[in-house]
């Protein structure tokens, strides 16, 4: 297929919690022929005395509280990710820019040339690790649009008000983490979500939803793990892309026009306590590159609906609403999760 038949595609790459009780054994069932590359982000696990990925992936069982652990999960999904991005089919498909969602942003930075393959590992692991003696905070999760998919007015005006109101109670620190499609994740301390908790209307029996294993990631509540992070690792680990990356405030960093002290800044600095936009990077990434495609690396497909979410309500690939997405993706796939099987089929054959 030449050059100009190939199909514009952008890669997103997930965050923590999408290796699930159903990717066990994601790893060996998929990338089993990439031996040296689970051998390098095993070998930073050694000198920390950390369980290797190879035995995690194989265990008999999954392990919730094991396996969701920020040391353990980072480095399992890196591994789910770069494999799944090393499969892309290049002769189908032009990479024209990444993105990737929280901890997805370091995998992105890692896929696109920004850190080498063991520095990645490296600093994956490194900020995965921070919280080993106890969590920072949390993360709950509310849709602000309604079960067709389209933006409501209502759940927005209601997570916002209880974003104030919870603010207004004593002890209380709750933020806006992440901005993921159709849904909003907030982070806070303790007393914030469990305000958060009865101050918003359930929902389809789920929501609001405290993630499991998760902190108040992207908050000023991890204000001392950006600091950490800058003293444990040295500018000298990054390096300019090689290919577009977009970011969580949809800043594009260009391969010719990257400064890498500022990339060192933003992704172990403004990514670590600040709003994470995962909405504003799809739509960005969209506009200014002209995918006709949106391969979203494994493990799991949590971030398919958030993506889909986004599309619709800039209207792209003329997609309005969940029905038009759903009978779009029967004909002719826009998003291709790789955690699907029949769309991972699409993505590497």
Sequence with gaps: MSQTQKKRALVICPGRGTYNKEELGYLANYHADKQAMIDTIDADRQTRNQTTIR??????????????????????????????????????????????????????????????HGNAAKVINTMGSMMTDGLIGGQVIYPIVDDNWKFSPDRFDQVQTALQQVNQQPG???????????????GGNEAALKALMT?????????????????????????????????????????????????????????????????????????????????????VSIKEFAPEVLIITGPGATLGGAVAQTLIANNWFGLSDKTSFIERQKTDPVVLAMGLAAQRSIAVS
């Design 55 to 116: 035995e995690l992936d194989s265990a008999d069982k999954y392990n919730m509280r094991l396996h969701t652990a920020g040391e353990n999960a980072s480095s399992l999904i890196y591994a789910c990710s770069r494999g799944d991005f090393q499969d892309i089919n290049r002769d189908k498909y032009d990479i024209v820019a990444v993105t990737g969602n929280s901890m997805g942003w370091y995998i992105a930075c890692a896929v696109a040339g920004a850190l080498s």
């Design 172 to 186: 209380c620190q709750l933020y806006e983490s992440i901005r993921l499609g159709g849904y909003r994740v907030f």
């Design 199 to 283: 101050n918003l209307p359930e929902l389809e029996n789920r929501y609001p939803m405290r993630l499991f294993n998760h902190a108040a990631f992207h908050t000023p509540l991890l204000d001392e793990i950006a600091i950490k992070g800058q003293q444990q690792l040295p500018e000298s680990l990054f390096a300019a892309p090689a290919i577009p990356m977009v970011d969580g405030e949809g800043h594009i960093w260009q391969p010719h026009s990257t400064s890498v002290a500022d990339l060192y800044r933003y992704t172990l600095g403004t990514q670590v306590n600040c709003t994470y936009d995962f909405s504003k990077a799809i739509e």
